[in-house]
C-alpha cells in the first residue's frame, strides 16, 4: 500500500501563489487516483483537486477552478498542487489522499490513504 506525505504549506497574502506537493512512499502513485482536501477551523472536509493515475483527467471544485493546477511527475512518485491568486478563504489544512482505483471522487470518504496535512494560511 502507499503511503502519501505533503509538503509546502505556509503563509502567504491574498494573491499570492504557493505549491504543495504530495510523495508516495512505499510505492508509485500508479495506479492510484490522488486527491486534494481541505479543512477550515469548524468546517467539514472538503475536496479541492483530483487525478486519474495516468494523469489524463482532472477534477476541481468550483471554488478553485481557474486558479488551482493538480499535475503528476512522470515517475509517479509526486502529486502538485499548484495554488494561484489565493484568497483568504483557501486558508485551510491541505490534505493528500490517494484511493486505489480509476474513478476520480470527490468524496473523502472513497480515499483510502490520506496524509498528515500542510497548514495553509493567507492572509488579507
Known amino acids: 500500500q502507499v503511503q502519501v506525505a505533503e509538503s509546502g504549506g505556509g503563509l502567504v497574502q491574498a494573491g499570492d501563489s504557493l505549491r504543495l506537493s504530495c510523495a508516495a512512499s512505499?510505492?508509485?502513485?500508479?495506479?492510484?487516483?490522488v486527491g486534494w482536501f481541505r479543512q477550515a477551523p469548524g468546517k467539514e472536509r472538503e475536496f479541492v483537486a483530483a487525478?486519474?493515475?495516468?494523469?489524463?483527467?482532472?477534477s476541481y471544485a468550483d471554488s478553485v477552478k481557474g486558479r488551482f493546477t493538480i499535475f503528476r511527475d512522470r515517475a509517479n512518485t509526486s502529486v502538485y498542487l499548484q495554488m494561484n491568486s489565493l484568497k483568504s478563504e483557501d486558508t485551510a489544512v491541505y490534505y493528500c489522499?490517494?484511493?486505489?482505483?480509476?474513478?476520480?471522487?470527490?468524496?473523502?470518504?472513497?480515499?483510502?490513504?490520506w496524509g498528515q496535512g500542510t497548514q495553509v494560511t493567507v492572509s488579507p
Open positions: 512505499g510505492r508509485t502513485f500508479s495506479p492510484y487516483t
Open positions: 489522499a490517494a484511493n486505489s482505483g480509476a474513478t476520480i471522487f470527490t468524496r473523502a470518504l472513497a480515499y483510502d490513504y
Open positions: 487525478i486519474s493515475w495516468s494523469g489524463g483527467r482532472t
